[in-house]
């Protein structure tokens, strides 16, 4: 998940090193977003604004482009073959 409260760049990226790291076959990157009903919806915690949150997105698909993933959903990523094999 990225795009939490108060998080840098440096921070997520490190989060998608850390999954990286452990070898899995798929990686779920989702944004936070704020469930209207929700407590944090009612008091938002600080979150990056716009722009902070589409620069985490860019450099963690970049990145998880590197690591092998292939993105086959929005927020869905896989290493080949399964990447083919879930479209």
Known sequence: MYALPEQT???ALTDVRIACGL????????????????VFHARPPPLPDEDAAFAI???CQQLLAAEGFEQ?????YARPPRAAATI
Do not use: F, M, N
């Open 9 to 11: 760049l440096e921070e």
């Open 23 to 38: 070898k899995p076959a798929h990686i779920s990157h989702y944004q936070l977003t704020l469930e209207p009903g929700t």
């Open 57 to 59: 997105l860019r450099d």
């Open 72 to 76: 086959y959903e929005v927020s869905a």
